[in-house]
């Protein structure tokens, strides 16, 4: 029924799998897949259907100056205490 009244996300899914693979099942079987998911985790979070919901996208990051910095292990040894390491 997603399909055949064209629900938008699920629509979009079936003809992704349908072009892929031109078995027009694969491309149901898709859609029952993502729509049990959904039904599941509504059911979890006990909230109804918004038909124009819109995931929310994590914002890229880019690594830190520190996170970036390469230091030869021979450095990074010297700044640790070996003692301390060997008594914890």
Do not use: C
């Amino acid at each position: 029924m997603m399909v055949t009244f064209e629900q938008r996300p699920f629509i979009d899914l079936y003809e992704q799998v349908f072009k892929q693979t031109n078995i027009k099942m694969k491309g149901y079987v898709a859609v029952q897949r993502k729509l049990l998911t959904l039904i599941f985790a509504l059911w979890k979070k006990d909230e109804p259907y918004d038909p124009t919901y819109e995931p929310v996208t994590q914002k890229k990051v880019a690594p830190t100056q520190e996170a970036t910095r390469h230091q030869p292990q021979g450095a990074v040894l010297k700044e640790v205490n070996i003692g301390e390491l060997v008594d914890s």
